[in-house]
């Protein structure tokens, strides 16, 4: 019996592996995909699945990736973009190119996964695609602009999506992660507090699984994610 496929696009050592750890876990075949993809060798060995490498800011490499996945594992019912960027700097300070790759990192790229998912799963009449978001996504903080203004785009994006695609059978669902993933770097305080004070990859991971297997009659849009500790 044919497996299942997810395709996670950004993986780095916390949460998108995690990610994909989570739906090998449940059966799925699963393609990680980075624009290093040597990187996840190892990853994919563990997990039994493939990587691949992607630059999602360019169209003709994200189409190249899903031609590839068709033909390698199938298409997929689950896409998770996890792919952002930010450079730390005052309004005064940024430079427009640094303000241009990092919203073509946390946006663009997730339009390009999302049409490409999009178009394999309104054929199937099913899927679920899942955007990485972050407390950015709701507040422009000062000198966070460069995080801020993708994140607030990929959020509407999600919104966008799930409206015209879920009376097609396609879940799209954004999720703001309000705090610390564990394995970041960390402030003093956050250290102090101790494991309630960020959140875990792997508890993450379930979250997404879940938004992966709710019925039909109770999706979800938008999920906020939290450690117990976190103010907010």
Known sequence: MTKPVAVVVGVGPGLG??????FAAAGFAVAVARRR???????AGEIGGKAYTCDATEQDSVEALFAAVDGDLGAPQVVVYNAGAYTPGGILDIDAADFVRCW?????GGFHVGQAAAKRMVEAGAGTIIFTGATASLRGSAKFANL???KFG??????????ELGPRGVHVAHTIIDGRIAGERLSHSAEARGEDAVLAPDAIAEAYYQLHV????AWTQELDLRPCMEKF
């Open 154 to 163: 990929l959020r509407a994006l999600a919104q966008s999506m799930a409206r």
């Open 148 to 150: 801020a203004v993708p």
């Open 37 to 43: 993809a040597e990187e996840l060798d190892g990853l």
């Open 17 to 22: 592996s995690a990610v994909a750890r989570r």
């Open 104 to 108: 073509r990192i946390g946006c663009l």
């Open 214 to 217: 709710q019925p039909r009659s």
